[in-house]
């Protein structure tokens, strides 16, 4: 066995690659996007969601106002605007022309039209930590570009998701493929 020397970083959270999203609401009437690396999903049946947001963000302000929102996945083409909605808050600038906007059932979630995949969720619950609250939707429609599916199937050389090296960046789109999921582990055998 190949013992590995460790050194340690301290209480904080580690670096992860983590996808980075924008999250859309209606704010006073006003569109409003705000950048977030810290969402996951929940469950798939019924599909739910989280976003994990700071305590002031306007966005959660538009979301709590009309119980909608959405997730919408940027690509590596609006790198300079997904930054730019995590860098900028809607109390300070207007983020309302950022993106060519759409509805879609809700009619309240806005939904940019440059990134490949939107998600439109509705609230379902927001738990409150000391510094941040947890934004928890169901999901109620999934929208994605055309010319990013493969045989009927999102294709991830095509959609060029955006994710980001936590804490700090850099910013990065998929790397090398390492293996298939699901399978690489069937004949697998722990020492
Ligand atoms: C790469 C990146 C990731 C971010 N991740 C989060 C996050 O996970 N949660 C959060 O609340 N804010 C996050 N932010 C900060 C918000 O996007 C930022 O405070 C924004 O101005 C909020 O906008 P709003 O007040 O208009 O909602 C992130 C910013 C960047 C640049």
């Known amino acids: 066995m190949i013992h590995m020397a460790k050194t340690t970083l ?21 569109v409003n ?20 947001m700071g305590k002031e963000r306007r966005t959660k302000d538009g979301i709590k106002e009309n119980g909608t929102f959405s997730i919408n996945l940027p690509g590596a083409g609006v790198v300079a605007a997904t930054d730019y909605c995590g860098t900028h808050s809607g109390y300070q600038v207007d983020k309302t022309a950022v993106f060519d906007v759409f509805f879609g059932k809700t009619l309240t979630a806005p939904m940019a039209r440059e990134c490949p995949v939107n998600i439109e969720l509705i609230l379902e619950d927001i738990v409150e930590f000391q510094g941040t ?7 109620e ?11 009927g199937r ?30 690489v582990g069937m004949d697998h055998r722990p020492r």
């Open 10 to 30: 301290g209480k904080k959270v580690p670096m992860m690659g983590l996808p980075v999203v924008l999250v859309g609401a209606k704010v006073q009437g006003k």
């Open 33 to 52: 996007f705000c950048t977030v690396a810290w969402a996951t999903m929940i469950d798939d049946e019924p599909p739910r969601m989280a976003v994990v």
């Open 133 to 139: 609250d947890m934004v928890v939707g169901e999901v």
């Open 141 to 151: 429609e999934v929208y994605v570009n055309e010319d990013c599916l493969s045989d």
């Open 154 to 183: 999102p294709d991830m050389e095509k959609l060029e998701l955006l994710m980001y090296l936590s804490p700090g960046g850099p910013y990065f789109t998929k790397g090398r493929t390492v293996a298939e999921a699901f399978k």
